[in-house]
């Protein structure tokens, strides 16, 4: 959609403190980007009082970029203000790992009808039933063909004023992309987000050892950034870089802010 070429807001680049800190944790990380997350958070409100409600937002970006806080950060701010929120998982729209394995995560490896569906379904205000993705066996509660196993459970996932799609899932799709109505991509620059993860998974989860982390750092993060995050910077309406301290909206969005 491209940005107009110059960032909506700009800030202090508070990031800068980092470059001789190797031990970066969740509130340092949080106190640094204050300013740019806050008028974020505002502009997603004054956004939501324009379009009205239900509203579908996606929040996409690089693992240990600062997602998972500043999503939390919204759904508290909205909760406050009375609004009902829902989130969908995209990890329970996966296959099985034993078909999927070797492919890309598109279409044809997640049960893309109904993902589409349950996405018009909860935008008109309906509960809805999803696939439930089992992480230690890699299998899904639904076949190949979308059908409930036996003796298995779908997931029931509420409808909500706002509607927080999780995952990062290519976007781009026409027919997917259309239900969307705020698509927002986080980044954090590498080196950051490299000793946060560290922080975070090694230290603190204790869920990589160091040479599974650096594989999956290095080797995966720019085979995504390939497939997933340049191609939704070309699609999305916002982008929040925390590193440089610029907001981005599309000249659209901006058009609608600035008139409102």
Known sequence: MGFGGKPYHCFEQRQKQFDDIQDI??????????????????????????????????????TAAGKTEITERLLDVFERTGKRTTSIEMDNFLMDWEFREGKPIDR???????????????????????P???????????????????????????????????????????????LIHIMIVYLTDDPIRLKRKWKRDVDYRKTYDPAHFRNRFFKTQFMRAEDIYRPLIETCDIVVDTTK????????????LDQS
Do not use: M
């Not at 063909?145 to 026409?174: K, M, Q, S, T, Y």
């Not at 907001?247 to 609608?256: D, E, F, M, N, Y």
């Open 132 to 178: 439930c993705y089992d992480s230690i066996n890699a299998t899904s509660s639904h076949d190949l063909h979308g059908n409930l196993r036996p003796d298995l459970r779908p997931l029931w996932v509420e409808p909500g004023d706002i509607i927080f799609l999780e995952g990062n899932f290519p976007f781009h799709i026409p027919e997917i992309r259309d």
């Open 25 to 62: 944790g969740y509130f340092d990380f949080q106190e640094t980007n204050a300013e740019i997350d806050q008028a974020f958070i505002q502009l997603i409100q004054d956004l939501i009082k324009i379009k009205g409600v239900p509203i579908l937002i996606t929040l996409a970006g690089p």
């Open 245 to 256: 301290a610029a907001l981005w909206v599309t000249p659209v969005i901006a058009q609608i």
């Open 108 to 130: 044809t490896t997640i049960h893309f009808d109904l993902f589409k569906q349950g996405l018009r379904d909860i935008l008109l205000g309906k509960k809805i039933t999803i």
